[in-house]
């Protein structure tokens, strides 16, 4: 499914909420609904990376974003936050919900690294800046099956320039939205991944 670029505009415009948007409280609890919105938005970037090769990548993390909401529909008043989300699900001996926020941070924990790495790293495609990600994310806890799969996603990446490309026209407005956003999602990410990995979040 193409992405539609409004004219003048970047693919950052396109997104129903962005990372930046997600409220983080002082004791960097995040909101349940607003982060579940920008993680649909950020599966809409595979979709500008083009490849059916991104399909199981995509699904793996809107299958893990669809188990966090069915858990906030089903408690609502628990699930406010994610931390209180999951915490209350794991009192009642389930975790579906919290399993599926472990392997959505680990998802946007990779698409952060690889991004974070190509605009570091100017002279690097694509597929070099992803594979490293993946290796540093995912890998360790993909089994043999898996891994090839998610290794020709990494192959499949477009290049460099024509990725930047189908962000929008204006390349400076491009790399500053980019920029924002991306320091935005790996504020998360840091959270999630000392929240997730903690004993409480344990099951």
Known sequence: MAVAIPPGGTFFDTLKRSFIDVPVGADEKIST??????????????????SAAFKPVKSDMAGNIKK?????LAAPTLSETLQDLVLNELKEKKHTATEGLLWLTRGLDFTAQGLRHNLTNSSKELSDSFRDAYGNTLKPHHSFVIKPIFSAAMSATPYRKDFYKKLGEDQDKVQSELEAWLAAL??????LRAFTTSKEAKW
């Open 68 to 72: 966090i909401r069915d858990r906030q």
């Open 186 to 191: 790996e504020k998360v990410v840091a959270i």
């Open 33 to 50: 609904s607003e982060f579940l919105e920008a993680a649909e938005g950020l599966l809409t970037l595979f979709d500008v990376l083009g």
